[in-house]
């Protein structure tokens, strides 16, 4: 049974100080109220990129081909390969986006586990669909491979246009939003900025060689990932 006339261990021995409110009160009212809510810059956010990342897709093929040299414009097969390949790194994009930017029932976003899997398993699992098994390319695409920088240079170049556009974008919008787990948070931030990057080159770009699809494809991936754990995690939280 509880003794009533004794003080719980638990309690505190006195109120808080007026001092305490007072340094809140001021802290809340220095906090300028958001202009939009959390959920609407997450709904824009995944509005938004999608077009921009075809918009410097389009770009990028114009400057460097002079025209929409896309993989499936530039004569390769269209094989159930590549479209297994395309639809399982759509799926990785799009899974990655959603754990990093979700909500969750709370509103504290998703778990630990998920954002742990998502920060650790994204970049190896794009290199595991992209440097497996090589896809077929056309002749005409593999007269053009010559050209190609064996470091990736280019599509390194394109991964990071799309890459920092959808982490600043994201960044955005899940600013001061994300009380608890900001560096995991950041982190899953950053791979789902990778894998954008990720499914731009793929599309944008016919190398079947490792060291450039190593380079110019896989690698942004992991440097956002990083970039994600270590550059924004201040910006998430509240």
């Keep these: ?31 300028p ?11 824009m956010a995944t509005a938004v990129v999608p077009v921009l990342t075809a ?21 390769t097969p269209v094989t159930v390969h590549l479209l297994v390949v395309l639809l399982l790194i759509v799926g990785l994009t799009l899974s990655a986006t959603l754990i990093a930017l979700g909500r969750g029932e ?24 992209t440097l497996a098994n090589p896809l077929e390319v056309s002749h005409a695409a593999a007269a053009s491979l010559a050209n190609l920088s064996p470091w990736g240079l280019r599509c390194l170049t394109v991964s990071a246009a799309v890459g920092l556009l959808v982490l600043f974008t994201f ?12 560096r995991l948070r950041g982190a899953a931030v950053g791979a789902a900025a990778g894998a954008w990057a990720g499914l731009s080159v793929f ?11 190593l380079v110019g494809h ?16 201040r910006a998430l939280r509240p």
């Design 106 to 129: 709370r509103g504290l976003g998703a778990g630990v586990i998920a954002l742990s899997l998502v920060a650790g398993l994204v970049t190896p699992v794009y290199a595991v669909l």
């Design 33 to 43: 109220a958001a202009r939009t809510t959390t959920r609407l810059r997450i709904m």
């Design 203 to 213: 599309v944008f770009c016919p190398a079947i060689e490792v060291r450039h699809l």
């Design 1 to 31: 049974m509880m003794d009533h006339g004794m003080p719980s261990r638990f309690g505190s021995d006195g109120a808080p100080p007026e001092e305490l409110f007072q340094r809140i009160r001021r802290a809340v009212a220095a906090t």
């Design 171 to 182: 960044t955005a919008a899940l600013r001061r939003s994300a009380p608890v787990a900001s």
């Design 55 to 75: 918009a410097i897709l389009l770009g990028a093929s114009h400057i460097v081909y002079h025209r929409p040299a896309l993989r499936i414009h530039d004569g």
């Design 218 to 233: 896989v690698l942004p991936i992991a440097v956002f990932t990083l970039i994600g754990l270590v550059g924004i995690p």
